[in-house]
């Protein structure tokens, strides 16, 4: 077997292992769901249409709930190894490249996870106006994975220092800044504008250059955060 | 404001926030020189 | 740098104040020509604020290669600086904000990146505070200065080209932007910020490691018997 199909079987095993234990307890699904539809449903109660609140408002606020619910879960797929004492045993039997790429993808369904129930919530409660679905979903999807690409090795960091929950949010919100600037962005134009696809070219195009530089930054770093 | 003033402004603030700096980190060694030397003798 | 190279710099730096006053003229075609000029002394800090922040992450790089603790302090130091030249580039732009626009802030893109790159290393600091064991601290921290770092690019280089802005882009490098005295001023004072910064640098670092001498110190003087390994947890 030649080396990049055994990380990649690596990760694979790494990330089925994580649902696994996750649909058991489902830990960070639930704080992550419950965090993102109690906010939603704070905000469409005050912000419900005859407030008068722009669409423009609406779009950043549904960003931010979407990241603060994933700040709530995104760490907990390294905290739970530090915490159970198996990440000696994870080091030993994967190489560092696999389990990054394993907890990356869980990370990137987790974040699908939380969109897919989060956005249409937000969009029926909040009555946000809609004129391009399919890039909206594109958006969506385009813009969780960039959060999860992000903030995954963020999660590795602070899962070896203390008072991980305070600092997850403070260390992951400057690296996650530029996908959420310019997916609020991408998901105005989805909303308002007539030839939505021009205006959110250039934001697709900085928000997948923006994953090509942050996920082999990520691995390169990785290595050095993992090992002991 | 007059806009020359705010022009004089703007050098001495840098000035003063470097040499602020400066004089901070001198500070700061001078301390440390001392108690090092303090120490030592003990 | 010895003494006679510091009272260059003093003398260098003086003389590039003194230049931008009495023979850069006022630059026409700005609501108030005499406050324009400080864009010779407010571009140099935000430049260095690069640099710094540029410095930080080769040295992070070079830490996580060498694992060597003196590194580690050349980063910190580094962002340290990058942080005083980011509030002096702050405090200097809204003060030229306030004369030629009308308001100390205006969420122009480049002040809104300035604001959040000081919130990268604001963060930086604070990850620095919550390890205790030195040598996992930097690691950590080098691993997060090299990850904020593509985030840094997108807010300086790319964010302010996509969005928008009340500043001007490519005056600095391309011929006719800008006006040949204002270029010279500019590069020089920015020639003598950079030797200051050269300076302030190796201070702190003396500092550092006046510290961890003491440190060595104490340990040897208050537990004699201890095998040095302090250092692991």
């Known amino acids: 077997m030649n080396r990049s199909s055994s990380w990649a079987h690596e990760a694979i095993a790494v990330f089925a292992k994580d649902w696994l234990l996750e649909l058991r307890t489902r830990v960070a699904l639930g704080a992550v769901v419950l965090f993102a539809v109690t906010s939603v449903v704070a905000s469409g109660f005050a912000l419900a249409p005859p407030s008068g609140v722009p669409a423009e408002v609406k779009a950043a606020l549904l960003w931010v709930v979407i990241f603060f619910a994933a700040v709530a879960g995104l760490s907990r797929v390294f905290v739970v190894e530090e915490e159970t004492r198996t990440a000696d045993a994870l080091r030993l039997a994967v190489s560092s490249t696999g389990v990054f790429a394993g907890k990356l993808a869980f990370n990137a369904v987790l974040m699908w996870t939380l969109c897919a129930i989060t956005v249409p919530l937000y969009l029926l409660l909040l009555e946000a106006p809609l004129r391009n679905a399919s890039l909206l979903v594109i958006v969506v999807l385009l813009g969780s994975t960039a959060l999860a690409c992000a903030t995954t090795a963020v999660g590795a960091i602070v899962a070896k220092a203390t008072m991980r929950g305070a600092l997850f949010g403070v260390l992951s919100f400057p690296v996650a800044l530029p996908p959420l600037l310019v997916v609020i962005h991408a998901t105005k134009a989805a909303w308002l504008s007539d030839n939505a696809w021009r205006v959110a070219a250039g934001d697709l195009q900085v928000l997948s250059g923006f994953m090509l530089v942050i996920v082999p930054a990520s691995v390169l770093v990785f290595e050095h955060i993992w090992s002991e | ?42 | 740098m010895n003494r006679t190279v510091q009272i260059l710099t003093g003398i260098w730096v003086a003389g590039v104040t003194v230049a931008a006053f009495l023979w850069l003229p006022p630059a026409e075609g700005f609501r108030s020509p005499e406050a324009a000029r400080i864009v010779v002394f407010h571009v140099p800090c935000a430049m260095l604020t690069f640099v710094a922040f540029l410095v930080n992450a080769v040295y992070s790089w070079k830490y996580l290669r060498s694992r060597d603790p003196l590194t580690d302090s050349k980063a910190n130091a580094a962002a340290e600086l990058g942080m005083l030249f980011a509030i002096l580039a702050t405090v200097t732009g809204s003060l030229f904000a306030m004369e030629q626009w009308g308001s100390a802030w205006n969420w122009d893109p480049r002040e809104t990146s300035i604001v959040m790159l000081m919130l990268v290393y604001a963060a930086y600091f604070v990850l620095r505070g919550a390890v205790e064991e030195k040598s996992k601290r930097a690691r950590l921290s080098a691993a997060y200065a090299l990850l904020a770092f593509p985030a840094m690019v997108f807010l300086i280089w790319i964010l302010p080209r996509i969005v928008e802005s009340l500043h001007p882009t490519n005056t600095l490098f391309s011929r006719s932007g800008l006006d040949p005295k204002y270029r010279i001023t500019l590069w020089s004072f920015f020639a003598g910020l950079l030797a200051v910064f050269v300076w302030m640098f190796r201070l702190r670092l003396r500092v550092e490691i006046a510290e961890a001498r003491l440190r060595r110190q104490h340990r040897r003087d208050t537990m004699p018997e201890a095998t040095p390994a302090g250092e692991t947890r």
């Open chain 2, 1 to 42: 404001m007059n806009p020359l003033l705010t022009y004089m402004i703007v050098p001495l603030l840098i000035w003063a926030g470097i040499f602020g700096y400066l004089f901070w980190l001198d500070m700061r060694l001078r301390a440390l020189e001392k108690r090092l030397e303090e120490e030592g003798h003990r």
